[in-house]
């Protein structure tokens, strides 16, 4: 009782102070929050997002005294487990993809992706030579009967009744039975049947250790190969393990040595009868060099030695067709050298640890390849030296008899790209306008708005224009000058006697040429202008791809094309010559016309 009220007088001492008081209310708090966590099914702890503890369960926790090292006392086994995430389910990853990665890749690492692992292998191998600790099917019948499992002692012999020691090691799988057979008959020479066989599919358990993710005791079958073990270790660690060296031990002795370079390259992989307790090692990574460019393995790749010709890295790396020149980045100390050399120096160039080499094709133009169309009856293409111009072309010329030589057109490539690029600017020059512009009203907002969307609209269909990139030529002078680019497309037009009227005319329609009418004759002769019509804005297209205004005075051709631009209407003068201007670059880039 003393005791008691003794504990009580300290408690109250405690409580006058209040921030002692805070904390001890936390901690009685935090006390019964952790006991209802513990009791109450539907608490918002660990234990409250899974089901109820059965009563096995909470037989198994082990008492706050006796917790299991390493975890606090307060948390039982089951609410650890609890609280635990759970294991993901095994799924083999896709392969990296180097032209996609981020970081090099390194040559080999994507063939451990689980694969191999998923698959054990009971085939036979005729090749394999048996070694100690093989075990031996024997069987025989007839005169003497015997069967059993014999294994390879340490002299290389298997022990048979009646016979004594055999000899078979080193013997080939595919000989193994004449070899057992032929040694047997010395004693039984009649009426006994001999049949000897490797036992090739016998569960063993292997050590996979050294440079992998995981290493560790996995079990599989005897006839399995490395690749099996090794693939279920996580595969050989791309920053630290070896491709190249990779043992398998048998009681400390090197048993066989791997290469997988020669099976990602070449298919060939030895195939070894695995004992239990064997150990496959891999080794740290030797000197690596990184490849990339016109190469078909753009890898890290792994060498044994630390110089190597660069003709042994392009053997693995695979050049293209095309490659011809290959650059060296090397590191020497807090330098970077460069170096440069062709292909067919490849035997006298040495590479070297950690250096970067990029394949390169470097292209000269020799000829350039032109193709013709229209009114033309010989060649379609014609191969022409670099540097060869228009006149060249006109020299290989068949017309038809309706062509009209003296209006060639010619298209380029690179026109096309560039037309299209400036249209892309203005259009995006229209958009960042079209939705930055201010308003002072809501009314006003409300109009922008439904403005913003027409144009947004107009942008879209503008984007999808494709310009022809036709180069203009002179009418007069020397057409024949032009230079020519590989990929150009010379257009011979037939002799015409029309005019084409488009755009915001009431009919459209392709008219007789007469050489005294004007603009104003043929677009009245197409219906005259619609509602949408600019009547200030009409452009005449030449066959040759000049651009005049039509006014009264322009002369017309056969030919030619009348365009009557949309009458553009908004509320800022900014944004109506920004329509206007990518409308005028789509009707000279692409014959087209749109509207808003």
Known sequence: MRARLSLLRRLLAVLREPALAVLCCGALLSSHVQAQAFNDPISTSPRGLTDAPSAQERAAEPKNGNAPAGLAPSVTGNAANAAAPAQPALQAPLPPNPATADQPVVFGSQIFTGRFGAVPFTGFNPDYQIAVGDRINVRMWGAFNFEAAQPVDAQGNIFI??????????????????????????????????????????????????????????????????????????????????????????????????????????????????????????????????????????????????????????????????????????????????????????????????????????????????????????????VLPYGARLKDVIQRLQPAPQANVAALQLFRKSVAQRQREMLEASLRSLETYALTA??????????????????????????????????????????????????????????????????????????????????????????????????????????????????????????????????IETKSVELTRGITQILYQIAVSAKVLLGL
């Open 161 to 382: 009744p009646n016979v004594g020691p055999v000899r078979v090691l080193g013997v080939r799988n595919a000989d193994l039975n004449a070899q057992v057979e032929a040694q047997i008959k010395r004693v039984f020479r009649s009426n006994v049947g001999v049949y000897a066989t490797l036992a090739a599919a016998q569960p063993v358990k292997v050590y996979v250790t050294g440079f992998v993710k995981a290493p560790g005791l996995y079990g599989g079958l005897s006839s399995d190969s490395i690749l099996y073990y090794l693939d279920q270790a996580g595969g050989i660690d791309p920053d630290r393990g070896s491709y190249l060296e990779v043992d398998v031990l048998r009681g400390g002795q090197v048993r066989a040595k791997f290469n997988l370079y020669r099976f990602l390259l070449d298919g060939q992989i030895e195939h070894i009868q695995l004992q239990d307790g064997d150990t496959i090692v891999a080794y740290p990574r030797k000197y690596t060099v990184q490849v990339s460019g016109e190469v078909l393995n753009p890898y890290v790749f792994e060498f044994g030695e630390q110089q190597v010709p660069a003709s042994t890295v392009l053997a693995v790396a695979r050049p293209k067709p095309g490659a011809t020149h290959i650059s060296i980045v090397r590191k020497v100390g807090p330098e970077r050298r460069s170096e440069y050399h062709p292909l067919s120096a490849a035997d006298d160039v040495m590479i070297q640890n950690g250096d970067e080499v990029t394949i390169t094709a470097d292209k000269y133009p020799g000829t350039i390849l032109v193709r013709i169309e229209g009114a033309h009856l010989g060649p379609r293409s014609v």
């Open 438 to 567: 201010r308003s002072a009203t809501s009314e006003e907002a409300a109009l922008r708005t439904r403005e913003a969307e027409q144009i947004l609209k107009f942008v879209d269909r503008a984007r999808a224009v494709q310009p022809r990139g036709q180069v203009v030529l002179p009418e007069q002078g020397d057409a024949g000058e032009t230079l020519l680019e590989d990929g150009d497309v010379v257009f011979v037009p037939e002799t015409s006697n029309l005019v084409l009227v488009s755009g915001e005319v009431l009919f459209p329609n392709a008219l007789v040429y007469h050489p005294q009418a004007t603009p104003d004759d043929y677009i009245a002769q197409a219906g005259g202008y619609n509602q949408g019509a600019d009547k200030a804005r009409l452009i005449v297209v030449r066959q040759n791809g000049l651009v005049v205004p039509a006014t009264d005075g322009t002369r017309l051709n056969p030919g030619d094309e009348i365009m009557v631009l949309p009458k």
